[in-house]
T-cell receptor, first 112, second 110 residues
């Protein structure tokens, strides 16, 4: 079974620029998660989708972050405009509802 | 934000010894999960324990859950150098909010 795919793997941008990340979950997984992991910390959930509906986005900075999951499969996470403190690894995960999550390799974002 | 807290933050042991790490959380949960993250790599699921379970085993891993104390422990027996990693607990809270803890950094010395 193919794992969770993410792209790009690395991204360097200047502050105030925009950036987008893409995630393709494991086939058949209705639940998709985006996390932000700052170096030395645990992952922080940004948004959780069930199919193409949002279950939880309470920790998503909605003034600059947005996410969508069209057709309940692929998902994109966008940051506009980026700030220095957005430098982190952005992780995508998918699961069947109520089961363990499978993580992608992540996108390492550096904002300069 | 509500998160589990792992204890200790860092642990260093000799190969062959057992490693125990603990997780405390704040609210009622559907299940609690443990994940491993090797340096610079992605997260890998280790074990999931549901709120109506008290203990679960998987290979050299043993997880306990005490919902009355809102705590869980992960025991790794006969540790190996390859077990060196950060270990996170994650809680699937009622209301389906999902939180990771702060992690325990385990170093196994060959």
């Amino acid at each position: 079974e193919a794992g969770v795919a993410q792209s790009p793997r690395y991204k360097i941008i200047e502050k105030r620029q925009s950036v987008a990340f893409w995630c393709n979950p494991i086939s058949g997984h209705a639940t998709l998660y985006w996390y932000q992991q700052i170096l030395g910390q645990g992952p922080k959930l940004l948004i959780q989708f069930q199919n193409n509906g949002v279950v939880d986005d309470s920790q998503l900075p909605k003034d600059r972050f947005s996410a969508e999951r069209l057709k309940g499969v692929d998902s994109t996470l966008k940051i506009q405009p980026a700030k220095l403190e957005d430098s982190a690894v952005y992780l995508c995960a998918s699961s069947r509802w109520g089961y363990e999550q499978y993580f992608g390799p992540g996108t390492r974002l550096t904002v300069t | 934000s509500q998160q589990g807290e792992e204890d200790p933050q860092a642990l260093s042991i000799q190969e062959g010894e057992n490693a125990t790490m603990n997780c405390s959380y704040k609210t009622s949960i559907n299940n609690l999960q443990w994940y491993r993250q090797n340096s610079g790599r992605g997260l890998v699921h280790l074990i999931l324990i549901r709120s109506n379970e008290r203990e679960k085993h998987s290979g050299r891993l043993r997880v306990t859950l005490d919902t009355s104390k809102k705590s869980s422990s992960l025991l790794i027996t006969a540790s190996r150098a390859a077990d060196t990693a950060s270990y996170f607990c994650a809680t699937d809270e009622l209301g389906n909010q999902f939180y990771f803890g702060t992690g325990t950094s385990l170093t196994v010395i060959p």
